[in-house]
Nanobody, 114 residues
Framework: QVQLVESGGGLVQPGGSLRLSCAAS????????MGWYRQAPGKQRESVAS???????NYIDSVKGRFTISRDNAKNTVYLQMNSLKPEDTAVYFC????????WGQGTEVTVSS
């Protein structure tokens, strides 16, 4: 059973930064891809960023140039560095890992507000 634990969410002012972490209970190098999704109130969950086993990166257009996904295989952890945060980035952020099955963390809340 793969467990994913997110951390790093919180309240930040517009223009601020946060770094989210996703710690996995297994070797993430064995995952075909890992990523971050978010779900804002009243909206569907959407993919924000992903990184494949080969290191290919993908971002949703609205976060390109502001968010950076990375991973540390030695720590089995994936990060999402979020800069220049906007109120529309407010959401619960979920870590996702894909292998044969897809696994989800419990989510961490990010609120961008003055």
């Amino acid at each position: 059973q793969v467990q994913l634990v997110e951390s790093g969410g919180g309240l930040v002012q517009p223009g601020g930064s946060l770094r989210l972490s996703c710690a996995a209970s297994v070797n993430i190098d064995g995952m075909s891809a890992m990523g971050w999704y978010r779900q804002a109130p009243g909206k569907q969950r959407e993919s924000v960023a992903s990184i494949t086993r080969g290191g290919r990166l993908n971002y949703i257009d609205s976060v390109k140039g502001r968010f950076t996904i990375s991973r540390d295989n030695a720590k089995n952890t994936v990060y999402l560095q979020m800069n220049s945060l906007k109120p529309e980035d407010t959401a619960v952020y979920f870590c996702n890992a894909k292998q044969v099955l897809t696994y989800w963390g419990q989510g961490t809340e990010v609120t961008v507000s003055s």
